[in-house]
């Protein structure tokens, strides 16, 4: 998993983050949560990345560094700014 963090990561700083589309933005952003432990409750975030291993029902719990929450705001940011859903 954290080799698609590592990627998606070196894509967001490679890319205008324009450039980037809704579903890379929700795959940078959940890949964070889910490399922490989260348990995802939507049915796309199961099957998209899965529970095993879950530990943190509540995603405030998820035990994130500065720079993770940081890069989460700024992605929220952008998928409001281009209409992600």
């Known amino acids: 998993?954290?080799?698609?963090?590592?990627?998606?990561?070196?894509?967001?700083?490679?890319?205008p983050a324009y450039a980037l589309s809704c579903h890379q933005l929700w795959?940078?952003?959940?890949?964070?949560?889910?490399?922490?432990?989260?348990?995802?409750k939507t049915a796309?975030?199961?099957?998209?990345?899965g529970n095993a291993g879950c530990r943190y029902q509540d995603e405030?719990?998820?035990?994130?560094t500065g720079s993770e929450r940081n890069r989460i705001a700024e992605i929220t940011r952008?998928?409001?700014a281009q209409g992600c859903s």
């Open 1 to 15: 998993m954290l080799t698609v963090i590592a990627a998606t990561t070196l894509a967001a700083a490679v890319a």
């Open 27 to 40: 795959t940078e952003r959940n890949s964070y949560y889910k490399a922490r432990g989260y348990c995802f």
């Open 44 to 49: 796309q975030a199961i099957s998209y990345f």
């Open 60 to 64: 405030s719990r998820v035990p994130l």
């Open 78 to 80: 952008l998928e409001r």
